[in-house]
C-alpha cells in the first residue's frame, strides 16, 4: 500500500529500485519540512492579519491543530524507531556532547524570551490599537518561562543521550 501511494506521488507506473526510493523519500521529508515551516508562517500571517483587523477567524486555530498533531506523530514516529538517540563511544565524548547541549539549551530559552517579549507584549497590542504597557512583571514572567523552556529542552535532549557502555577489563 505504501509504494502504492509513493508511485501515485511521483507518477510512476511500475516499481522503483531501492535508491530511486531512497531519493524519493529524502525529497519527500525535504517538502515535508519545508510545507511544515510555510505553514507555521502562514499561521503567524493570520494570526497578524486578524490582530489588525480585530476579528477572530478559525483558520489560525486549524492551521496550529494540524502542525501539532503533525508535529506530535513525527516525535512519536521518530521515538519509537529510536532515531533521536546519540551513542558516545567514550565518557569525554559524552561530557563534550552534554556541554554542548547545555549551551544550546540557554541560548534557546534566551531566543524563546525575546521573541515572546516582542511579539506578545510589543507587537501584537501595537497591531489591534492597544497601548503598549512593559512592566517588570512581564520580563519576570517570560524570564522565568524562558528558564523554564531551557530546563526541559536541556532535560529531553539529555534523556536521549545514551551513556558510553564500560568495557569488561
Not at 544550546?104 to 492597544?130: C, D, H, Q, R, T
Not at 504597557?133 to 523552556?149: K, M, R, Y
Request: glycine share 6%; with cysteine; charged share 20%.
Amino acid at each position: 500500500m505504501k509504494d502504492k501511494i509513493l508511485n501515485q506521488m511521483v507518477g510512476a507506473m511500475d516499481e522503483r529500485d531501492e535508491y530511486q526510493k531512497q531519493e524519493i523519500h529524502k525529497e519527500m521529508a525535504m517538502s515535508g519540512i519545508i510545507l511544515w515551516y510555510l505553514s507555521m508562517a502562514l499561521m503567524l500571517f493570520m494570526i497578524v492579519w486578524d490582530t489588525m483587523q480585530q476579528v477572530f477567524t478559525f483558520y489560525p486555530i486549524l492551521l496550529f491543530v494540524i502542525n501539532m498533531v503533525y508535529a506530535v506523530y513525527m516525535i512519536v514516529a521518530v521515538k519509537n524507531k529510536q532515531l533521536d538517540e546519540s551513542d558516545c563511544a567514550t565518557w569525554d565524548e559524552f561530557e563534550e556532547k552534554k556541554k554542548k547541549l547545555k549551551s544550546s539549551a540557554i541560548k534557546g530559552g534566551i531566543v524563546w524570551v525575546l521573541f515572546m517579549l516582542i511579539v506578545m507584549e510589543y507587537m501584537l497590542p501595537v497591531l489591534g490599537g492597544n497601548e503598549v504597557s512593559l512592566s517588570i512583571g512581564s520580563f519576570v514572567i517570560w524570564g522565568v518561562a524562558g528558564a523554564v523552556f531551557s530546563i526541559l529542552y536541556y532535560g529531553f535532549s539529555k534523556s536521549r543521550l545514551n551513556k558510553p557502555i564500560e568495557e569488561e577489563v
